[in-house]
């Protein structure tokens, strides 16, 4: 092997390491949040009318064909909520499962830019690996919560129709 691979492998292991450590520490201070802070949470998890529902997703993203390969670690941590599939439609579950759509979301957009610190010694090649780990680790899980959260608003409103 040469030098340059060498280091390379180096750098590549180094990021492996700090992506699964940040991943582990972001997700158990998110596993902390309360869930009732969560339902009344606004700001950035706020769906926007630009989002249509959740359609916006099906119609550019095509997410209902591959919204369901993601892994699910929802319940890694004692007490977590498995979000793969939904087990009741009672108000107390669809709120539950919403407010966990938040907590993923949180989650991935803090892993977002913690993904990247590896560019402050990645070099070369290596730096477009950086990138688009963190792009793909984290931009389809944000896309599959509030598509989902879009979807459960959607049906809400329905149930609250006469």
Known sequence: MTPAAGQSLTQIAGAAAWWAASSFAVGRVAHRLDPEGLQRMGGVTKLLRIEEGGRVYERLLRIRSWKGRLPEAGDIFEGG??????????????????????????THMALLPLALAPLAWAHGWVRAVVVAYSLAANLPFIAVQRYNRARLVRLGEKRRRP
């Open 81 to 106: 909520f498995n979000k793969k599939r939904l087990s009741s439609l009672s108000a107390g579950t669809l709120a539950r499962y919403m407010a966990e759509t938040k907590r993923a979301e949180l």
